[in-house]
C-alpha cells in the first residue's frame, strides 16, 4: 500500500530551530540598541567654561549628576542639562577638577563656592548592556532549562508514544458539535448500530431508565477486525448523543513508565466526568487488558493501567452518565476480569462488510466527489471482497487522488481500477526498466499463473493479467472470487497453491530449472504461509487431519516460548507442510506441460498488449485442458 504519511522530524531538530531563532532576536535587539543609544553624540563642553560658569556672577548650575561614564551638568531653571564625558584625554576625571575648586577654601567663601558647584551626585546608572547581562543571568539557564526539557520529551515521545505527560490524559475531545459524526455516516453493521442506538438512548434519556429502576451500562465492547468502522461507531454514538468524546488508545499505555498510565487513567475519567454525559473512548484495549498470565509477570505496568480502568468503572455511580466504549480485535486475548458485569458487559460484534454492505460504505465515501454517471460502484463492491471499511475508503480516497493527477473533472471507471489496484498491491511502476528477456520471463510467469487457475475447478476465475510492473510485482495476475463468501474448502486453498505455483513451473518449463528468477519470491512465500495455516489452524495435513496445532495465547507477545508441542510434532507439522507445497507444484506442472501452445500464446499476447481483460483473456484460455494428474476430485 502507498505511502503517505510525512515523515516525522528528527527528535533534535526543533531545538536547533530554537536555538536559530534566539540567536537571531539577541542579533536584532543588539541591532536597534546599538542605533537607539548616541554613540559619539555627547556634547563635548570642556571643563574650563563649566568652571566659568559655575564661577560666573550668579554661577548658574543647579546640578551636577555622574552617571556611569558620563558627567551631566543641569542649569539652573532649565531641565536640560549638558552632558560630557567624564574623562578627558588623558584619563583624569572631570568631576575632580569640580571638586578641586572649593578646595582650600573656608568660610564664607566656602559656602559661596559650594553653592555655585554642587554637590555631585553619583547615580548608579547600568548600561543596557548590563541590564543584558542581569537579564540574560536569570534567562539564560531559563531557556537551557527549557530546550534540554524539550529535547527531551521529544525524544520520549518520539520513542514512546508521549509516555512523558507525566500523566496528564492526552485524551482527544471532540465537543458535541466539533466534526460531528451520526449513525447515517456509518454503511452497513445494522445490527451493530442497532445495539448502539440503546446506548444513545441511555446518554439522552437516562431517566428513563432509572425511574424503572434498570442499571444503566457502564462499558460497551466493540469487537472487530481493524478498519471495520469501531472508532467511526463509537464517535456516531457521541454524536447521535451529543456529548463529548474523549478517546485514548491502549497502545498509548503500553509502553509508559511505571504509574504514568493509571494516573492517565485517572485523569481521563476524571475530565469524562466533569463533562457528563460523555463517552470515553478506549482504542485497542487489548493492549493494556490481555489476560493476565498471558505475559508471564512482564506487564506490571499494563497491569496497574488495567486496574486503573476497573477502579474507575466500578466506581461509577449509576448516574454518572459516562459510558465507556473499549474496541478490540483481539476478545479472546481479553482478561476475563474486564468482561464482568457492570464492566464491559455489553458485546458488540463489528464485521467486515458484505458486498452490499460494501456498496453502501463506498457511497459514502463517494457521496462528496464527482463522478462520472458510468462508474460502477457495484462493480468494485464487488471485487473487493475481504476488504474493511477503511480499505474503501482508502479507495474512494485514491480515486479521487488519481482523477485530479490525470486532469480528469469527475472520478472514472478507470480511475477507480486504478485506486483499486493501487490499494491493493502498489503505484504502477511504469518507469522500472525491464529488458527484454526480463519482460518475456514476466509473461510466462504470469500467464502461468493465469492458465493454472484458469484450469483448476476450484479456483476463482482470472479477472485480469498484466505485465505492467506495480508495487513490488513485476506484473499482476487477479482471480476474483464470483461472490462472497465466509468459508473455503480444502480444494479451493489446494488450487490457490497450486496457482501460485504456475508462475515459478512456467519460468522452469520454458527457460530451464537453472534460468528460474526471483521474480517468484513473494508467491512461494504466500504458498510457505498458507500451507503452514492449512496443517496448523484448520487441520487438513494428510497424516494430522482434523488435527490443530495453536500456539498458546502469549505466542504474540514471546514468541520464543510459544511451542505447546513437541520436536517431534514440529517435524512433522514441517513435512505436512512440504507436502502441501509439493503438491502444487506437480500439479502446476501438469497443467502447464499439456498446456505448452495455450501458455505460449498467452505469453505472447501479454507481450504485445501488455494488459489483458477477462474477455480478451477468454478466447485464448478456451482451449487450456485439465490433465488427469492436476485433478483432486
Ligand atoms: P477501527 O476503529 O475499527 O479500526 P475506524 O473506525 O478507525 O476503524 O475506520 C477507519 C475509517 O474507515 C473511518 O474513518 C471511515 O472513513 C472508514 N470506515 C470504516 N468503516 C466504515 C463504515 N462502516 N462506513 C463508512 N466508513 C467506514
Ligand atoms: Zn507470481
Not at 549638558?82 to 575648586?101: N, V
Not at 528460474?516 to 496448523?536: F, N, P, R, W
Request: glycine share 6%.
Amino acid at each position: 500500500m502507498p505511502q503517505t504519511a510525512k515523515k516525522k522530524s528528527a527528535p533534535g531538530s526543533n531545538v536547533f530551530r530554537w536555538l536559530a531563532f534566539m540567536f537571531l532576536v539577541i542579533l536584532s535587539c543588539s541591532i536597534i540598541v546599538s542605533l537607539l543609544t548616541p554613540g559619539d553624540t555627547i556634547e563635548k563642553v570642556p571643563l574650563s567654561s563649566v568652571i566659568s560658569r559655575a564661577n560666573d556672577e550668579n554661577g548658574d548650575i543647579a546640578k551636577i549628576t555622574v552617571e556611569g561614564s558620563d558627567l551631566k551638568i543641569t542649569l539652573k531653571g532649565k531641565d536640560h542639562y549638558t552632558q560630557i564625558s567624564r574623562k578627558d584625554t588623558a584619563g583624569t576625571l572631570y568631576e575632580q577638577g569640580l571638586i578641586d575648586q572649593c578646595a582650600g577654601l573656608n568660610g564664607d567663601e566656602l559656602t559661596s563656592c559650594q553653592s555655585k558647584y554642587p554637590t555631585i551626585e553619583y547615580v548608579e546608572v547600568s548600561s543596557f548592556w548590563d541590564y543584558a547581562l542581569d537579564i540574560a543571568i536569570i534567562v539564560v539557564p531559563v531557556i537551557i532549562i527549557v530546550l534540554f526539557f524539550s529535547s527531551m520529551m521529544r525524544q520520549a515521545q518520539s520513542m514512546n508514544n508521549q509516555s512523558m505527560g507525566f500523566g496528564k490524559a492526552k485524551a482527544k475531545l471532540y465537543g458535541p458539535d466539533k466534526k460531528r459524526v451520526l449513525f447515517t455516516d456509518v454503511a452497513g453493521n445494522e445490527a451493530a448500530k442497532q445495539d448502539l442506538a440503546e446506548v444513545v438512548d441511555f446518554l439522552k434519556e437516562p431517566k428513563k431508565y432509572e425511574k424503572l429502576g434498570a442499571k444503566i451500562p457502564r462499558g460497551v465492547l466493540l469487537a472487530g477486525e481493524p478498519g471495520t468502522g469501531k472508532t467511526l461507531m463509537a464517535r456516531a454514538v457521541a454524536g447521535e448523543a451529543s456529548v463529548p468524546f474523549f478517546s485514548i488508545s491502549g497502545s498509548e499505555f503500553a509502553e509508559m513508565f511505571v504509574g504514568v498510565g493509571a494516573s492517565r487513567v485517572r485523569d481521563l475519567f476524571a475530565k469524562a466526568k466533569k463533562n457528563a454525559p460523555s463517552i470515553i473512548f478506549i482504542d485497542e484495549i487489548d493492549a493494556v487488558a490481555h489476560k493476565r498470565d498471558a505475559r508471564g509477570g512482564a506487564g506490571r505496568e499494563d497491569e496497574q493501567t488495567l486496574n486503573q480502568i476497573l477502579v474507575e468503572m466500578d466506581g461509577f455511580d449509576n448516574d454518572s452518565g459516562v459510558i465507556v466504549i473499549a474496541a478490540t480485535n483481539r476478545v479472546d486475548m481479553l482478561d476475563k476480569a474486564l468482561l464482568r458485569p457492570g464492566r464491559f458487559d455489553r458485546h458488540v460484534n463489528v464485521t467486515l462488510p458484505e458486498r452490499k454492505d460494501r456498496l453502501d460504505i463506498l457511497k459514502v465515501h463517494f457521496k462528496n466527489k464527482p463522478t462520472e454517471k458510468s462508474v460502477n460502484l457495484d462493480a468494485l463492491a464487488a471485487k473487493t471482497a475481504g476488504s474493511s471499511g477503511a480499505d474503501l475508503a482508502n479507495i474512494a480516497n485514491e480515486a479521487a487522488i488519481t482523477a485530479a493527477r490525470e486532469g480528469h473533472k469527475e472520478i472514472t471507471n478507470d480511475d477507480l481500477t486504478e485506486a483499486f489496484e493501487r490499494v491493493a498491491i502498489g503505484p504502477e511502476r511504469k518507469s522500472k526498466v525491464m529488458n527484454d528477456h526480463e519482460r518475456k520471463v514476466t509473461a510466462y510467469h504470469e500467464a502461468g499463473h493465469a492458465i493454472v487457475g484458469h484450469v483448476l475447478p476450484d479456483s476463482d476465475p482470472v479477472h485480469k493479467v498484466t505485465i505492467i510492473p506495480r508495487g513490488h510485482t513485476g506484473g499482476v495476475t487477479w482471480f476474483l472470487p464470483p461472490e462472497d463468501r465466509s468459508y473455503k474448502n480444502i480444494y479451493e486453498l489446494k488450487d490457490i497453491l497450486a496457482r501460485a505455483m504456475g508462475g515459478r513451473i512456467a519460468e522452469k518449463l520454458i527457460f530451464g530449472e537453472n534460468a528460474i528468477t526471483t521474480g517468484a519470491s513473494s508467491d512461494l512465500k504466500h504458498v510457505a504461509e498458507l500451507s503452514k495455516e492449512m496443517i496448523v489452524e484448520e487441520g487438513m495435513g494428510n497424516t494430522t487431519r482434523n488435527l490443530v496445532f495453536p500456539e498458546t495465547d502469549a505466542g504474540y507477545y514471546t514468541v520464543a516460548t510459544s511451542k505447546p508441542y513437541s520436536e517431534k510434532t514440529a517435524e512433522l507439522i514441517d513435512q505436512e507442510v512440504k507436502t502441501l507445497s509439493k503438491e502444487a507444484a506437480t500439479r502446476a506442472e501438469a497443467v502447464l506441460k499439456v498446456n505448452k501452445t495455450v501458455l505460449d500464446k498467452l505469453a505472447e499476447a501479454l507481450l504485445k498488449h501488455e494488459t489483458l481483460e477477462e474477455k480478451e483473456l477468454e478466447p485464448l484460455l478456451k482451449d487450456a485442458k485439465l490433465p488427469a494428474a492436476a485433478k483432486l476430485h
